[in-house]
Each structure stands twice: as structure tokens, then as C-alpha cells.
């Protein structure tokens, strides 16, 4: 017997999947995230050192900091821009190649005698459609464009999964389909494995933080002098 599935298997199952395409991906992607983030990296700095140079010129010529001059500043704005740029060249890849690679791993996936992904399938989820019956493939293939309007409304259209008593995403509603999940108890690891993904994008976070308050350290002590 099935019922609708709930928000935590759901993105349970998408997590694994997530972290397995990443796993497959990464190796062709590897050297250039490397290189990209190095030369971002690198922008940063020269970023930080403008704008900290900037401010020790306006000290060593007596006035105050000035921050409308700073931003009027043209070789600032043309750092800020490179910045901006640096970033996006260094996502857009990594990011355009996992979409195109989990578009594909979900479409495969609900086209299978599973009617699921890897992950839905350890979780016992299957995607039907609003009869039961397993998705066509032009049904498949819309659910999938559907969910970029999950990903648009910073996720409160995957948030819907957790509305009862029909758990139904805005993806699934407009490409009408359902996320079912076979009547039995979830595994006591899904909770340890949600807790750990959070544990790691901390430890991360923390990482990032402090590498680049040690960038921006060293700038000003650059500046300085």
C-alpha cells in the first residue's frame, strides 16, 4: 500500500541522489573547479587589496574614509565587476553540468520499472501520475522543467511536500504527478544522514569564512604597510 510521500523521505532521496551524480561528475569537472576557484581566489585578493588600499590612501592623506568616493571609485567598481564575473564563470559550468546530469538521472530513473530514481528507490518512493499509473516520458520530462519553479521560489515549491495531507510539490502539481511511498517505517539512517549533510555545510561555511577573513587579514596589513 502506498501513501503520499512525505518532505524528509523526499529530500532524503534527492540528497543521495545529488551526492552520487556529484560523485560521477566530478572527476570531469576536478582540474577546472581547480583552476577556476584559484583564479577566483585571486580576484578576491586583488579585489580586497583596491578597495583596502583605497581606504589607507584616504587615512595617510588626513581625511576620513569616504565611502561614496570609494564606490565612485572606477578602478573599485571595475574590481567589484571582476568579482562578479569571476564568480559566475567559476558556477556556471559545475552548476550547468550537474542540472543537465540529474535532469537526466531523474527522467532515466522514473522511465525504469522503479518509476524512481536510485534514491527514491532505497527510500521506497515511486512517481506516478494522478491516476497512479507510471509517467510517460513527456510527463517525466516536464516534471523535471516544472522543478526549476521549485528551485525559482527559493524552494518553498518543494516546501509544499510537507503540506497535508497530499505532500504534493509545486513540480508535481503543475506536471501532474505524485511522490508515493510504500507504507512501512523509515530507516533509522535518513535522520543521521540529513544531520551529517547539515554538520558538513557548516563545517564548510565555517571553513570558507575563515579562510577568507585570513585573505582580508592579510590585505589590510598589506595596505598598512
Known sequence: MSAPAR????????????????????????????????????????CLDRIYGALAAQMDAGGAPDAFAMVSDPSIRQA?????????????????AFAVAM??????????????SPGKRLLRLRVVDADGRAPTLARSIGREFAGLLSWATLNLGHAMAAVPPEHVALHDRLSGTRVVRENAPLPAWVRGWVVLQAGIAAALTMALMGHLASLAQAAVERALG
Not at 103 to 116: D, K, N
Request: aromatic share 12%.
Open 103 to 116: 535532469f537526466a538521472w531523474q527522467v532515466a530513473g522514473e522511465q525504469s520499472r522503479w518509476q524512481a
Open 80 to 96: 567589484i565587476g571582476a568579482l562578479q564575473a569571476g564568480v559566475l564563470h567559476a558556477v556556471l559550468v559545475p552548476t550547468t
Open 7 to 46: 518532505l524528509l523521505p523526499r529530500y532524503a532521496a534527492w540528497s543521495l541522489d545529488a551526492a552520487l551524480v556529484a560523485a560521477l561528475i566530478a572527476p570531469f569537472l576536478w582540474g577546472r573547479m581547480t583552476r577556476e576557484l584559484h583564479a577566483l581566489e585571486q580576484t578576491f585578493v586583488a
